[in-house]
């Protein structure tokens, strides 16, 4: 069996040839084994898809890997260096800190209220994770297990509006934020 076969055998219930083994290699990890910045993985897909290779150099006997969040250059409307990373700030108005050796981090929100339409339109994560798959080539997809972390709706709105508006809204609009939830999951 290959590492997908085995992988998809034990997902479906069935019996593969051994337990397939596909620890949660993602941005940190891989950076290391590429030796570049958890950064420049979380801001470059290409990178971040060359890292993941190379575990699975240095791993040879795993069945695959994950790509997690990060931020492509397409949802970028705004770049600025500082002394300890860069400020990011997203085509939803979300600025994420992005220090120099780790992931980013949403510091601060453009969106306010739940009928703000890029709570419908807009999913700045997903470029990402595409773009990720686009630069793995196609036969280590077909040979491996590679499993991508797509962020939930309601992930997605703490992310676009911020956990803490995303929180109290649980208590003080429990229906508009289902409402926001619910379009988000398609």
Known sequence: MTSRERSQAAMRGQTPDRIPV????????????????????FLDPEVHARALLSCLDRHPDIDGLSINIGIAPEVVRERVRT????????????????????????????????????????????????????????????????????????????????????????IDQPEELKSVIARRTD
């Open 83 to 170: 002394s300890d990373g860069w400020l990011i700030t997203t085509l939803d108005g979300t600025v994420w800190q992005v220090p120099l050796n780790d992931i980013g981090t949403p510091i601060r929100h453009h969106i306010a209220s739940f009928e703000d339409e890029r709570l419908q339109t807009l999913d700045t994560l997903r470029p990402y994770i595409v773009e990720t798959l686009r630069h793995i080539p196609p036969d280590v997809l077909g040979r491996y297990n590679i499993s991508v972390g797509l962020t939930g709706p309601f992930s997605q709105v703490c992310f676009m509006m911020g956990v803490q508006r995303a929180l109290t809204a649980l």
């Open 22 to 41: 596909v620890p949660l290699i993602d941005t940190s990890y891989a950076a290391a084994c590429y030796g570049v910045s958890v950064s420049e993985c």
